[in-house]
């Protein structure tokens, strides 16, 4: 990685200037210049990743202090649209759980945010991205991830005020602190939820593989929507498996129709991770699987809720666990019912786009046109 000429101490990164004051914590206005400073001018070497947003770079302040820029792509609208959004979310809201904001910046044309840099990146990168061959993921990091992940989604959904739908969980969206714990990042694509309603109809945002049906056919945004993403997480947290495959070019399984006749079977060994070598808590592994997949079934009425999850991952919700159990989904009879209503849900997304991400694009576009047939 670069060096960065981060002991140039410019004007408004002297501490304490332009400092904004949320509801719940303090950020502040950088500069262009301190921030082109830190990264190298956006030097290519300090690149973390890249999104749909834009870019995602390393930087270092004149304290010496880590941080993550995320650098707008595209001059739009629309994206001022979502850059102030998150601004505004991110402001807000405060958990351990969560990744905070330090600040942003908005000069001419350039829209940056500035983030805590998370020196162990994303879920994703050690799931299956460039750290996954260190199998720095053993069992107790992978329970304590998925209950910080789920923590702070809790947070959003039920002590944030007004409550925050995510609208785009997944592992890359999960990052991992020095120690390894979760902080749930990236609330551009949230909508904040007037008191008392119960959905927003929007546009639809986010990825494929992680969608809740009613979601990405009818546009609905939920909670629960959030809840169907977080099981296809856990599912992929226990497993190591990607919410899509590709079995061949024409054919993809969802992540649900692989593990759950398995589970149904209570081979909940063969959905591990075998990159865990059999390492791991029989129990809490079972409990990862059963709340993964009640969370990612077609009906949302039937869906737990974060706060549910929480405290089932937890291992506080022993009686509750059992009843899920029970629940008619893990029967034999209704398997085939499940997959065939899993199946042609999925099928309408896969047939509108490829693409891993759903972005503003023509298949959103279709995604809404369906909404608008419906409607009518
Ligand atoms: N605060 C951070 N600290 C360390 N790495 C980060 C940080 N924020 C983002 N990254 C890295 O940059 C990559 C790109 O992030 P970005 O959020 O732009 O894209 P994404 O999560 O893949 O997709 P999306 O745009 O849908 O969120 C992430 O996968 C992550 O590895
Ligand atoms: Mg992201």
Request: proline share 3%.
């Amino acid at each position: 990685m670069a060096l960065c000429s981060w002991c140039k101490k410019t004007d408004a990164a002297e501490p304490g200037k332009k400092k904004k004051k949320g509801s719940a914590g303090t950020w502040r206005v950088y500069s262009l210049k301190e921030l082109q400073s830190a990264t190298n001018s956006f030097n290519y070497d300090n690149k973390l990743g890249e999104g749909g947003f834009g870019s995602v770079y390393w930087g270092q302040l004149w304290d010496g202090s880590q941080i993550a820029v995320k650098r707008l792509k595209v001059w739009s609208n629309k994206a001022e649209g979502e850059f102030s959004v998150e601004i505004e979310i991110l402001g807000r809201v405060r958990h351990k759980n969560l990744l905070s904001l330090r600040g942003y910046c908005s000069e001419g044309q350039e829209r940056l945010i500035v983030y805590d840099y998370m020196p162990n990146l994303s879920l994703l990168s050690h799931l299956h991205g460039q750290h996954a061959a260190e199998c720095l993921l053993d069992w107790p990091r992978r329970m304590s991830i998925a209950i910080g992940a789920a923590e702070g989604t809790a947070y959003l959904h039920h002590q944030a005020t007004p409550h925050i739908i995510h609208r785009d969980i997944k592992a890359s969206n999960v990052l991992l602190d020095s120690e390894f714990e979760a902080r749930v990042a990236d609330f551009g694509f949230a909508k904040l939820i007037p008191d008392g309603a119960t959905h927003v109809t929007t546009k639809v945002k986010g990825t494929l593989g992680y969608l809740a049906p009613e979601y990405a056919m009818f546009g609905k945004a939920s909670e629960s929507c959030d809840v169907y993403s977080f099981g296809i997480l856990l599912l992929e947290i226990a497993s190591g498996k990607k919410p899509l495959e590709k079995l061949s070019s024409a054919i993809k399984r969802t992540i649900t129709e692989w593990a759950l006749p398995l589970a149904r079977a209570g081979k909940f060994k063969e959905i591990a991770d075998p990159k865990l070598n059999g390492n791991f808590a029989e129990d809490e592994l079972k409990r990862l699987i059963l709340v993964g997949l009640v969370c990612a079934q077609n009906r949302p009425e039937k869906r737990l809720t974060m706060l549910e999850v929480a405290e089932l991952l937890k291992g506080e919700a022993t009686e509750k666990l059992l009843n899920l159990e029970k629940d008619e989904l893990f029967r034999p009879e209704d398997i085939s019912n499940y997959i065939c209503e899993e199946k042609s849900a999925k099928k309408e997304v896969t047939e509108i786009e490829e693409a891993d991400t759903v972005t503003e694009t023509a298949a959103n576009a279709a995604l809404v046109d369906i909404q608008e047939n419906t409607a009518t």
